[in-house]
Structure formats: C-alpha cells, structure tokens
C-alpha cells in the first residue's frame, strides 16, 4: 500500500519515525524511555506487530499505552509478556537475545564510538555527563544498534573524549579483536540526516539528508572530513498513521515536540502527569483494538 505521508511534523518527530522504520518484524529490541521507547511502539503498530520490546527496568514484550518518564515507570508493566528485574534484562542482553537497541549520547567519532561520560579530561571534565545507563551494555552485544543524536561539531568529532559504548573502536575488524559480541552502530539519525558505516572501513558516511538539509550543512556540522554517499538521498517523512501513534503517546510534545518544560513545571508536576496519561489511554486503547493487539 502507497504510504500517505504526513505534512505537518516536528523535527523529532522525523526522526522517530526514521528510527522506527530500523526495527523489523520478528525481533527482540532492548530501548530507553522518550523517543526510543515511542519509536517502537510505532514500528510495532505499523510494520513490526510482533516485534517485541523490553526497557532496562525488566519489562519484556512492553505495549504501552501511556507515556513512560522512568525506567520503573509501572505504566510500562500493563499488557507486558514478564515484569521481571534489571539484572536479568541486561544478562539476557550480554547472552545475545537481543537483535536491536536505541541509545544517545554527547559525543560520537567517525567510527561510531560515544562519549555519554565527560567532556575533557575524564578526572577535571567541562561537563559531567549522565552516564552510560544501559547503553554499554546495548554498544557491546546488540546484533546491531541505532544511535539518535543531535547533529552539531561539537558533538561530532575525531575521536570521543571518554568511550562510554564501543562502536568500531578503530575501524575495521578492531570491534571482533576486542572480543565484542554484538554487531556494532547500524546507524545514526541525527537532526540533520542519516548515517551509516562502510563495511569494510567501519566509517561512517551520510546516507540521507533531512528535507531542507544539503549535505554541505551537514558537512559544516561534522569535526572530520565526512564521506559522502555516492548519491544521498533524503529521508522519508513520517506517515499520518506514525504521526497520529506519536501524537496519542506524547499528546503535548514532551519529548517529540515543543512540551518538554511542562513536565518539570513546578505548578504542575504529577497532575500535569495525570492528565498525560489520561489524555493517551482511551485513544491507545482504541488503536490496539483497531490493530488486533
């Protein structure tokens, strides 16, 4: 079927689509919370019905129908396939059960290595960043892993200050010396296109450049000299149904539009929450009843 693409999208929301359309049927995907978390629900309720989702809290074959602001959100728990422990989530994840992640992160270099860590010198850094999280775990034994980072030089560069997540360390075969089990980077979607990594060098290149970008914007964007793809392309919008499933999860663009600060409103807080979570049920409820789920 001819996908009816949307008009009217955020940036993030272009960018959670293109993470979407990376699960595929069939597979086990590890995610965080916010963005990861809403993409694949989408892919699930689009194009991967049986793709089946597990967070870092323990929650495994997760099919949300509110929104999630923690790891141990409870809301993640309801139609979920086992509600089990953080230990056993991420040793299923070292054994190779999981075919996909999604991770962030501060920095990333040309061979897909991230710095989610410090900035500078590990033990006098300008910026204390939050941490690994799961993401090491993600980085080192995924089959393969999306990386969503905002597109800027200084968080592009040469080589990553601290290596939170391994991707190609070196290039080439470095990662299979190391004695990595997982596959490494698949891509990465930033605010400004898509990338992806030759397969025998393990550098990344830009595959697609979002609408409006040129790929000498994303080049300016860049701290090495980034190859280019033979023929870019450009990423594919969202689809009015992907845009419709984000709308319903996140209704006031907590974290694919413009609505971040109300969550942290101090005049706000947890009503503001209530009124998320009963604005997407009833609609959630719906849409899975539309699709068999």
Known sequence: MTPVYAEDYTLMELMAATIARE???QETAFVGVGPPLIAA???KLTDAPNLTIAVEGGTIGCAARRLLTCIADTTICERAYSCGTMWRNFGDQQRGFYDVGVIGGAQ????GNINATALGDYRRPSVRVAGSGGANDIGSSARRYSVM???????????VDYLTV??????????????????GPHGV??????????????????????????PEK??????????IAPSVGTTEPPTQEQVEIMRILDPYGLYLGTGRQGMGHPEKG???YMEVLDKSYDAMTELFRRKGL
């Open 166 to 183: 391994p991707g190609y360390l070196d290039g080439g075969d470095a990662r299979i010396k190391a004695g990595l089990p997982g596959g």
């Open 23 to 25: 699960f595929r049927d």
């Open 189 to 214: 979607i930033t605010t400004m296109g898509v990338f992806r990594f030759d397969k025998d060098t393990k550098e990344m290149y830009l595959e697609k450049c979002h609408p409006g970008i040129t």
């Open 149 to 159: 980072m905002r597109q800027e030089k200084r968080r592009f560069v040469e080589r």
């Open 108 to 111: 990333i270099d040309k061979y």
């Open 218 to 227: 994303v080049k300016e964007n860049v701290g090495w000299d980034l190859k």
């Open 41 to 43: 629900m989408v892919a």
């Open 270 to 272: 947890f009503d503001f």
